[in-house]
């Protein structure tokens, strides 16, 4: 018993998603069945690709959300379980399409579907998900939920242009990238959880705190993920370590490294993203700046900012074991860094 | 005058869509504007990328339709621009996606968005595009008219992994293509006619009448294209002659030609299409075969049948200037092929 405990306390330490899975099991379990049935298709090629991405095993994070935001707010219906498969299934969409965008091979430690099926059917299965996931969302018959998931459509594809047109771009400022981040990650967790409220015609402060909980974790969540491109292995990642490098990604650690390091050490940092000099040896190199000037401690630092500010979004509701797991999210995602 | 008369006398026979034009003149200006508008982002590259195919010149066929079905409907608000912007941006976003999928370089005549920002922007700006669309669907607040259009939206990417799955198949049989055309052409046609009576609240028949108007005009609108990519030159058709039998794609007076030739036919199709030996050479010997065979003919005899269901659906509804114009407009599109 006494190794139970201690895990426990450790686990409390650092914040755990297990309350919210707990909470939203059995809800889950019917966003997972309406996730393979609205992957469906007589086009066979359909539910290959979708489901090659849908069953390698992210978090849903995103759905429970929705999930448990609605029932916090006293919901009582079955609309949630649609708009959370709906916010999956824009989230599948948006990987789909990065990984063309980004020529990425390896997701979530698997072949990207790109690389097997090729960009042109991960485009089309993608634009498949989208127009699946808009029609449940008409099914729940809510147009302000519809609103905010839509404007989080645009806004999505607006932070990834954003970021494309910003692209091996080592001036972009801080304020930039966080505009970037907020758009292209952190808009849908805010849609995901601001429906909840909506459908359940909560007030409108429970509304806008949940709006904002997600916004900021959201922020936190790509912050942490920014610091761990640099700081994880494959396996927990489900990525390489310093793909971020490789592609000329411009985030966050290497942002702060750049604008604090010499002009020796930016002449470096030039090299490697807008000329595309990222071989081993310079990654070696980045992780050392990275660690001299603390960039991903402080990275990480900027998560546990967002952090708070959603942890003090939540505060003015009303207690409920989903806040209470809600609040344990935030440290969850950022202590995965460690 | 005797000349002006013998103009209009031909452009009768021929059907036209001035009519079209003239009747939405009003509300076209309108929904040119929304387009503007909504395509437009603090993101230069998302109106510079929208932009250059928005103002490409396409016929604006489809927001026409909407715009034509809610007035003979009786409609009388404004929701009909929007919707109209709303379909004009979902074809926008398929033909950005589809010049990915395709590895286009020529639309319209012009050199396609990926050619000169490449992939990543179309795939993103089509993305937003589609979340602008919905937006605005959202806004007229119809229920109904988001359903057919959330559903076309799926059908339409269903059609083109269809078409993706089935590509260089020689095999392909008349039905499958139909189906291919159906979902990636003709579903979009139908929704923008069938959107029109729903937000005026018209009566089911009504709805029922235009929305296989619309599927039966795409129908035979496709088949036309079809034909027009071996019989039309690059000015008139906006992209290069023989550009579908170079891309290796699969149409109708391909497939006639098929299944009308010899063995030995059938052998130089299959090694045209599946194995790529698609050079000036092979396309002449592939447009005389389609001649031999009467395949263009025919396919546009295949038009002729769609274009009469297509009139028939429309004869039961009550006679207005906007229903002669859109039995014009069946005659318009199957005689640009002249």
């Known amino acids: 018993m006494g ?13 755990s998603i297990q309350p919210l899975i707990d909470l939203t099991k059995a809800d889950m379990g019917r966003v997972n069945e309406l996730i393979l049935s609205k ?17 390698s095993g992210g978090k849903r994070l995103r759905p429970m959300l929705t999930l448990a935001s609605a029932r916090m707010c006293g919901y009582e219906g ?3 379980v649609k708009l959370a498969t709906s916010v999956e299934f824009m989230h599948t969409a948006t990987l789909l399409h990065d990984d063309v965008v ?35 969302m008409v099914d729940v018959g809510s147009l302000d939920a519809l609103d905010v998931l839509a404007t989080s459509a ?3 594809a607006e932070g990834e242009v954003m970021q494309l047109a910003a692209a091996k771009n080592m001036e972009t400022t801080e304020d930039e ?27 409108r402060a429970d509304r806008v705190a949940l709006r904002s909980y997600g916004l900021n974790l959201g922020l936190a969540f790509q ?64 992780i050392g700046l990275m660690t001299r000037y603390g960039s991903i401690a402080d990275t990480i630092q ?6 708070e500010i959603a942890r003090d979004a939540l505060a003015p509701l009303a207690a409920t074991p989903e806040k209470d797991a809600l609040v344990d999210v935030i440290d969850f995602c950022i202590s995965r860094v460690n």
Chains 1, 2 share one sequence.
């Open 3 to 15: 190794v139970v405990l201690s895990l426990d306390e450790k686990k409390k330490h650092e914040g």
């Open 39 to 55: 992957a469906g298709s007589d086009v066979e090629m359909i539910p290959e690709v979708a489901n090659h991405l849908i069953s």
């Open 78 to 80: 079955d609309g949630h």
């Open 102 to 136: 980004d020529e990425s091979d390896l997701r979530r430690g698997k072949s990207t579907a790109r690389m097997i099926w090729g960009n042109q059917a991960s485009v089309l299965v993608g634009d498949f998900l989208l127009g699946q996931a808009f029609k449940m």
């Open 154 to 156: 645009s806004i999505i």
């Open 177 to 203: 990238y966080l505009a970037v981040i907020k758009a292209k990650t952190a808009a849908l967790f805010s849609a995901a959880a601001e429906v909840g409220p909506i459908i359940a015609a909560a007030p």
């Open 223 to 286: 912050l942490v993920d920014d610091a761990l491109d640099y700081g994880g292995s494959a396996q927990n990642l489900g990525k390489n370590v310093g793909d971020d490098f490789r592609e000329g990604k411009i985030t966050m650690p290497l942002l702060l490294s750049y604008r604090r390091g010499t002009a020796q050490e930016r002449a470096f940092w030039k090299k490697a993203i807008e000329d595309g000099a990222n071989d081993d040896a310079s990654l070696e190199k980045a």
């Open 302 to 307: 900027r998560a546990r900012h967002f952090g």
